[in-house]
């Protein structure tokens, strides 16, 4: 039976006799083929989806290991600022180890799915009227001065549950990528997957992708080179304006021949219906990022024909229900009788 990233990857995690080994069975998310999409772009394109971790995110797997360490540390309680996905796994994993979570949020810039989570996982919920940068700072502070642990991203040891991922996606492909396209919000994550492919290749051999990080471009502060002070996206997963993992995040770019670039809402959202509509995988306005990227990539000639391309899907489209429905031309048709719905259905599939 699969139990979880701490009991599969025991070895290449900070892991001593006193971890308390918590899951969730989390991980051992799918390497899905984006047939369609593959077809369209002319590469070879997966999308690892890591919507379909316990909490609908990758957050899982950094928060499983920060929470097991923060108790294994005698902490009572933890905190984060987020802007939806850490706070929800940050409240399951809290439940599951038996400490108390604060999360920290921005007023009004969550997604509805992801507050539903904080709530019945039964997290003290706090909003404050900033973004997620002044929530970040804010919580930093509090951890030095009061007894809660800081499970952000800042704290080394959600990277290294993150970097699992990387594990996986070479485990799955037999070999890494040629590419690895990811949405860059804090930073931490594409820092995560770099430290992952360089460790296993270290290990395995299975050589290493170039990482191509996409920042959304309200929220671009490592694409322009400055802090944004009022980061807009409509995919509020990654309105980061100050990135906590920004030096990292530079050096997972470099060393890897990759690129950091910025993708527009309009492009976030056409990839995000586009890979819902083609290829059946749902993610979240955030995740499509990704996508978005890839296919400017293989315009701009970044990624060439025919190479192997990995998008991550950071977070599970059922998080966001609202902008799936306002993104799209809803048609509902409302019948009330039999014969009128059997006459539509005879009249579509007439046209197939
Ligand atoms: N995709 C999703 C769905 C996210 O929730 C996040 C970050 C990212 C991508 C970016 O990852 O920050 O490691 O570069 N969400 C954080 C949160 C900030 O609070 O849930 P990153």
């Known amino acids: 039976m699969y139990e979880g990233l701490l009991k599969q990857y025991k070895e290449y995690l900070p892991i001593t006799e006193n971890t308390p080994m918590i899951s969730l069975a989390e991980g051992n998310t799918p390497l899905i083929p984006l047939h369609s999409l593959s077809k369209e772009l002319g590469i070879n394109l997966y999308g690892k989806y890591e919507g379909l971790n316990p909490t609908g995110s990758f957050k899982d797997r950094g928060m499983v290991m920060a929470v097991a360490k923060a108790v294994e540390e005698g902490a009572k309680a933890i905190v984060c600022a987020s802007t939806g996905n850490t706070s929800a796994a940050a409240a399951a994993y809290a439940t599951r180890a038996g400490v108390k979570?604060?999360?920290?949020?921005?007023?009004?810039?969550?997604?509805?799915?992801?507050?539903?989570?904080?709530?019945?996982?039964?997290?003290?919920?706090?909003?404050?009227?900033?973004?997620?940068?002044?929530a970040l700072k804010a919580v930093r502070d509090i951890a030095k001065t009061e007894a809660v642990a800081l499970v952000n991203s800042v704290n080394p040891y959600r990277l290294e549950g993150q970097k699992t991922a990387a594990f996986e996606v070479c485990e799955q492909l037999g070999q890494a990528p040629d590419v690895l396209a990811i949405p860059v919000g804090n930073a931490g994550n594409i820092s995560?997957?770099?430290?992952?492919?360089?460790?296993?290749?270290?290990?395995?051999?299975?050589?290493?992708?170039?990482?191509?990080?996409?920042?959304?471009?309200?929220?671009?502060?490592?694409?322009?080179?400055?802090?944004?002070?009022?980061?807009?996206?409509?995919?509020?997963?990654?309105?980061?304006?100050?990135?906590?993992?920004?030096?990292?995040?530079?050096?997972?770019?470099?060393?890897?021949?990759g690129h950091i670039d910025a993708v527009t809402d309009e492009e976030i959202l056409n990839a995000y219906r586009k890979v819902a509509a083609q290829d059946g995988v749902f993610v979240e306005p955030g995740s499509a990022a990704s996508l978005a990227g890839v296919i400017q990539h293989v315009k701009s000639g970044k990624i060439k024909p025919g190479e192997t391309v990995v998008a991550v899907f950071t977070g599970n489209g059922l998080k966001d229900p609202d902008t799936a429905i306002n993104a799209t031309d809803v048609k509902i048709s409302k019948m009330s009788d039999l014969e009128e719905m059997r006459m539509h259905l005879r009249n579509g599939v007439s046209e197939l």
Do not use: C
């Open 101 to 134: 979570a604060y999360v920290v949020i921005p007023d009004g810039k969550i997604a509805m799915g992801k507050l539903a989570q904080a709530i019945i996982y039964g997290a003290d919920i706090i909003s404050i009227p900033g973004n997620f940068d002044e």
């Open 192 to 257: 995560a997957y770099w430290k992952g492919f360089k460790e296993w290749h270290d290990l395995k051999g299975t050589s290493l992708p170039r990482m191509h990080g996409f920042e959304a471009e309200g929220a671009a502060a490592i694409v322009k080179g400055e802090a944004i002070d009022q980061p807009e996206t409509i995919a509020t997963a990654i309105r980061i304006g100050n990135p906590a993992s920004w030096t990292l995040a530079e050096a997972a770019r470099d060393e890897s021949n």
